[in-house]
């Protein structure tokens, strides 16, 4: 028997986000508040029979049943056509691995999002599908035949996204290919680098660290940089770095406003959700980054820094005192977010994969995003459109 699935208030969606481990910090209610040029619903799944769901709670849901998933959908409207494009970022946050996927989670939410006018939906299924030690990485990037990460015999393949996958393409969902050569997607990244945390302690983790990062770490201890933890009033001083990492990296910077927007948004609905970290050295600041945290997940989300006095390491300092933070909060893992899929020398981003990779840790592969077309002709000339943008 299918769920029953309808939209939600913002606080039933976050009483289930609470009651997960983990979540992506796009799939919480206040991620819609980040995106104004998008309409954001909460929808939630029901489990009306006596089955007992995916580990949810009682709520009411005006025709009772039990809450057993939940997904933040972002709808954008196309110009001139009252239709709109849906798309839930690393999400929805349902029971990927039931056998009964598609008839019981996802044509539902298909169904409904038709209703709502859309012509085609997006989204990105947190399952992982492959991870790469560290070492493993460090050995791809020496080996010169090696070309792409995903190419390289992995360290562990995870048990059901094979499955997952099966169940999405004999669905009609297609997976989207990343934009550009070099791995990173327009919408989120496929591969990302990740520290698990759960069981170790910070020293343990320390040792994890590659020699260079230890001591980078200690270099910028003896050379006075302080770590400290910023606010709103401080989101400018941060940009400013940020403007100048996007120049330096080739990257088209978001405005200052945007960073703003996700202070306030975040902060209101978890005063922990986003945390803003900035390395000085004799009254300059250095180095900025955001961290957000959704249960036991900890991101590194946007790191900024400047070519100034860079001999004494403002970066490794300002990760480790995020990661020292991350533990205490009790994360499980510590997230670096996007890494390039390129190994080639030539790629100005190795330098960022190798830096993530010394952090210990693995690289890390989940499912990438995936499309369903409601509407094949809309969906075609929406494609069109984004090919020549």
Do not use: C
Request: proline letters at 5%.
């Amino acid at each position: 028997m299918s769920l029953r699935l309808q939209a939600i208030t913002r606080e039933e969606h976050l009483a289930f986000v609470r009651t997960r481990s983990s979540a992506s910090h796009m799939q919480v209610p206040s991620w819609g508040d980040v995106k104004p040029d998008w309409r954001a619903e909460s929808l939630g799944w029901f489990d009306d029979g006596d089955g007992d769901g995916d580990g949810g709670r009682h709520h009411g849901g005006g025709g009772g049943g039990r809450l057993v998933g939940v997904g933040l959908v972002l709808l954008r409207p196309l110009p001139k056509v009252k239709r709109s494009l849906a798309y839930l970022p690393e999400g929805p946050v349902i029971d990927w691995h039931a056998a009964d996927l598609a008839e019981r989670w996802l044509e539902p939410m298909l169904a409904y999002l038709k209703t709502r006018g859309a012509f085609s939906v997006k989204m990105g299924p947190p399952v992982v599908a492959r991870r790469w030690s560290a070492d493993a990485v460090k050995t791809a990037i020496a080996d010169p035949a090696a070309r792409r990460l995903g190419d390289v015999e992995a360290t562990t393949y995870e048990p059901g996204a094979v499955e997952v996958a099966e169940r999405l393409r004999g669905m009609g969902w297609r997976r989207t290919e990343p934009g550009g050569e070099d791995g990173f997607a327009a919408g989120q990244p496929r591969y990302v680098f990740q520290v698990p945390f759960a069981g170790r302690s910070l020293e343990e983790i320390q040792r994890g660290l590659n020699q260079q990062w230890r001591r980078n770490i200690k270099k910028a201890e003896k050379a006075g940089v302080k770590v400290v933890r910023g606010g709103h009033d401080d989101l400018p001083a941060f940009y400013e770095l940020y403007a100048e990492t996007a120049e330096r990296d080739r990257f088209i910077p978001r405005p200052l406003p945007y960073f703003q927007r996700m202070w306030t948004a975040l902060t209101a609905e978890d005063p922990d959700r986003m945390r803003l970290y900035l390395a000085h050295h004799d009254g300059d600041v250095l180095a900025a980054a955001t961290m957000l945290t959704v249960g036991s997940h900890v991101w590194y989300s946007y790191g900024a820094s400047t070519s100034r006095k860079r001999e004494v390491q403002p970066n490794n300092a300002i990760q480790w005192r995020m990661m020292a933070d991350a533990h205490e909060l009790g994360a499980a893992v510590y997230d670096f977010r996007g890494i390039t899929d390129t190994l080639e020398e030539s790629n100005h981003l190795l330098g960022l994969l190798r830096f993530k990779a010394g952090a210990g840790g693995e690289a890390v592969e989940y499912l990438g995003e995936w499309d369903f077309p409601l509407n094949r002709l809309l969906h075609k000339a929406l494609d069109l459109y984004m090919a020549r943008r």
